[in-house]
């Protein structure tokens, strides 16, 4: 199975505080994909990083990839109340994406 | 565009009835994916399309759930008859292939009383 395993499962942090989010995964992948869902919504696609890459950026997301460790990284800089959603990765072989459980991540003002 | 469309947005039903669930995926995309969503299972992948053809229907859970694509912009989810255990929030979800960023409806939330 392609479905990852975000680690913790909750996490609670301040207003301006670094959030860190891992995944972990058990077979070979084509990329891998953090998506956001907030509370009563669909999905929301964040990043895309694939195989051959190690690390990437987008505005205050910061996402690395170890495919020797089958493992990656979301971290979000400079956290606000808005960021408060639970978070996905999605790691990707050659045909869907599977979605794991998920972090929820609840950001206090 | 007007992203993935998703109706009825809740759905409350008995026991018994049949349940039809309606999505208008984004124009151009090929790939077509019904996913449910409950706090115990998560995100489950019901079923997915490729160019209105079911590739992958493993995850639907019962003969009493199907999918159909009649063209490239609808799909339909139906269950008959339903169950309370069927209870959750139902997504659909579209994308240009399937390893591509997926854009997601807002959902449909469904009670079987």
């Known amino acids: 199975s392609q479905q990852g395993e975000e680690d913790p499962q909750a996490l609670s942090i301040q207003e301006g505080e670094n959030a860190t989010m891992n995944c972990s995964y058990k077979?070979?992948?084509?990329?891998l994909q953090w998506y956001r869902q907030n509370s009563g919504r669909g999905l929301v696609h964040l990043i895309l990083i694939r195989s051959n890459e190690r690390e990437k950026h987008s505005g205050r997301l910061r996402v690395t990839l170890d495919t020797s460790k089958k493992s990656s990284s979301l971290l979000i800089t400079a956290s606000r109340a808005a960021d408060t959603a639970s978070y996905f990765c999605?790691?990707?072989?050659?045909?869907?994406?599977?979605f794991g459980k998920g972090t929820m991540l609840l950001v206090s003002p | 565009d007007a992203g993935v469309i998703q109706s009825p947005r809740h759905e409350v039903t008995e026991m018994g009835q049949e349940v039809t669930l309606r999505c208008k995926p984004i124009?151009?995309?090929?790939?077509l994916f019904w996913y449910r969503q409950t706090m115990m299972r998560g995100l489950e992948l019901l079923i997915y399309?490729?160019?209105?053809?079911?590739?992958?229907d493993s995850g639907m859970p019962e003969d009493r759930f199907s999918a159909k694509m009649p063209n490239a912009s609808f799909s339909t989810l139906k269950i008959q008859p339903s169950e309370p255990r069927d209870s959750a929030v139902y997504f659909c979800?579209?994308?240009?292939?399937?390893?591509?960023?997926?854009?997601f409806g807002s959902g449909t939330q469904l009670s079987v009383l």
């Open positions: 999605a790691p990707s072989g050659y045909s869907t994406l599977t």
């Open positions: 979800a579209s994308s240009l292939e399937g390893t591509a960023p997926t854009f």
């Open positions: 077979t070979s992948i084509n990329n």
């Open positions: 399309f490729n160019n209105n053809v079911p590739i992958d």
């Open positions: 124009s151009g995309h090929d790939y």
